[in-house]
């Protein structure tokens, strides 16, 4: 399924698993990787700042771990394969720690001091997520450094130095308060969504930092990083400032009997998303007269009585199906139905096995893992060039190294004053996004200085970017959530197109032209604007630019120094 909730043909499969579930994702050449030569020291312990080393070292950056005695409290937290905890085994380890080298130092030795001066030294980028060394004293001592320093609350204010995990950020920073039924509890995101979100943002900010040229420090927030996610948070603040009130809870997804959220399948559950301009999709699948006849009658969308109505008929479907079977029939139709995965489906999901996903990787201890493979696939980008370190493994080796480095003195001056230019000014992007991630991306390159053009079709609304139709009625912005209903007062007005919190929340830093590219001229238009730009992101239909004959081939042969990204959900 892609962002508009389509399919190729392609991607539909036989609910049956490939005998080849692992692939060889290594890089033919891991000289071309386009990280090769950095160098980064890792003083981070947990998930986030480990993530964001583990991103930069598996594009090619030399990763150096300093680890303490114990080693990384990853290591302790599993799973592992037997009840038995093993520093050496643990999953959590083994994922967030493959192309580092760990070392660990002794603090009693007389040469300790000297030793951490050579690897900070050495270092082009320093991650820290520890108390110590000192953050303010690292760049006062180092001011040619990338230093990104990630905490909970980040290093000043009131909770400054106050201890954070995954809930107490998503339940301060993240949407938690409308997440659950109305009678229960809030509920918290499942998993540790949220430390990676947060390790994602610690790689973005040290190559940021490197595009500035010169030695810089982030203060990373993970609950910033939270309060800033796409993923609702900023639609539900503008919402409030819109309305003056809270995102009210509703106990799951509905935008009134527009049939969305998790149901019940023969032998499990499915995610069932719909959009109004879905519902002929869903309509031809559930071939139900009785459903037909209900959504023929335009006041059916505005009654709050009718929707259980809807939801009985679409249980009666899902029971009578397993989740495979009923992803496949309704992603054919394009309705965006898809299983729920348990961890261990993933492992035999055909289309992950198809593009060979998973990575086997041996490791010394734990034996044959597999790990997940290139989250970013870019040609000889990503390679596993070698498993997770076992605890002090390279020591020796990396001190040997480090002393025989040119060594520089560190400066004991005051970091001078910093020029006001943004790491990405000059570069110039062509947002094609519709839905979620792809213009949360857009939106954060256009924070760092990018100059985004966005590019809609005044012909064809975007109803998961700008709103859930293009003129709503203003008797239903209380019901349709605050995903969708994030209008000034709660009134859509003459253009809710522009004043709907869901596209303002995404749409900053922004510029806008709309194009038809279905005509000759549109996109001959099209063609010259992206002959200035650096960069193309897409996230739409996974087949829609070729369709439209705006593909890599025709944009690379008007521009061949174009990079395009894709982004479709599943790839």
């Not at 980064?40 to 990763?63: C, M, N, Q, S, T």
Request: hydrophobic letters at 40%; proline letters at 8%; one cysteine or more.
């Amino acid at each position: 399924m892609d962002s508009n909730g389509t399919v190729s043909e392609s991607t539909v499969s036989e609910n049956t698993v490939s005998e080849n579930t692992v692939s060889d994702n290594t890089v033919s050449d891991d000289t071309a990787q386009p990280l090769r030569g950095l160098r980064v020291f890792e003083l981070a312990e947990g998930i986030a700042g480990p993530y964001g080393g583990k991103l930069l070292a598996d594009y090619g950056a030399e990763v150096i771990k300093l680890e303490p005695a114990l080693g990384d409290r990853s290591r302790r937290l599993g799973p592992f394969p037997t009840d038995v905890v093993d520093p050496e085994t643990s999953a959590l380890f083994l994922h967030l720690n493959t192309n580092k080298r760990s070392i660990v130092l002794d603090r009693g030795d007389p040469g300790w001091a000297a030793h951490l001066d050579r690897l900070l030294q050495w270092a082009d980028v320093i991650i820290q997520s520890e108390p110590e060394p000192d953050p303010v004293e690292l760049r006062r001592r180092f001011p040619d450094k990338v230093i990104i320093t990630v905490t909970s609350f980040g290093l000043t204010g009131p909770y400054a130095g106050m201890a954070g995990e995954e809930i107490v950020h998503y339940a301060i920073g993240g949407p938690m308060s409308a997440a659950g039924n109305p009678d229960r509890e809030p509920l918290k995101l499942g998993g540790d969504l949220g430390q990676y979100q947060c390790g994602t943002m610690a790689a973005l900010a040290a190559l940021a930092g490197l595009a500035l040229g010169r030695g810089t420090h982030v203060d990373l927030s993970n609950v910033e990083t939270q309060v800033a996610s796409i993923d609702r948070r900023m639609t539900y603040l503008l919402y409030g400032a819109y309305r003056g009130e809270d995102v009210p809870r509703f106990g799951g997804y509905r935008i009134g009997p527009l049939v969305s959220g998790c149901r019940v399948a023969g032998d499990g559950h499915v995610q069932i998303s719909t959009l109004l301009n879905w519902v002929p999709r869903m309509l031809a699948v559930l071939d139900d007269p009785m459903m037909t006849e209900l959504y023929s009658d335009p006041d059916f969308y505005f009654n709050p009585e009718l929707p259980e109505v809807a939801d009985a008929q679409v249980l009666g479907w899902t029971l009578t199906r397993g989740k495979q079977e009923a992803m496949e029939q309704a992603q054919a139709a394009g309705w965006p139905v898809t299983a729920v995965n348990r961890p261990v489906d993933l492992l035999s999901d055909p289309h992950l096995a198809a593009r060979g996903f998973f990575e086997a990787v041996e490791h010394p201890v734990a034996g044959t893992v597999l790990q997940p493979g290139a989250p970013i696939r870019i040609k000889d980008g990503w390679a596993m060039r070698r498993p997770a370190p076992t605890l002090g493994q390279h020591t020796d080796e990396v001190l040997a190294e480090v002393a025989d480095a040119p060594a520089t003195t560190p400066s004991t001056s005051t970091p001078t004053g910093q020029s006001d230019a943004l790491p990405l000014e000059g570069v110039r992007v062509l947002d094609m996004t519709v839905v979620w991630a792809g213009p949360y991306a857009t939106a954060l390159l256009g924070d760092l200085g990018a100059d985004i053009i966005r590019v809609d079709n005044p012909h064809v609304f975007p109803s998961a970017t700008r709103g859930l139709m293009a003129r709503p009625p203003r008797s239903i912005t209380d019901t349709i959530g605050g995903i969708f209903g994030g209008y000034p007062d709660a009134e859509p007005g003459d253009r809710p197109w522009n004043r709907v919190a869901l596209f303002n929340a995404h749409a900053r830093n922004k510029r806008s032209v709309t194009l038809d590219v279905r005509t000759e001229s549109g996109r001959e238009a099209f063609f010259r604007l992206a002959e200035t730009c650096d960069v193309m992101i897409e996230n739409n239909s996974v087949d829609l630019i070729d369709r439209l004959g705006i593909g890599w081939e025709e944009l690379h042969a008007r521009n061949p120094r174009l990079i395009l990204i894709r982004m479709p959900s599943v790839g």
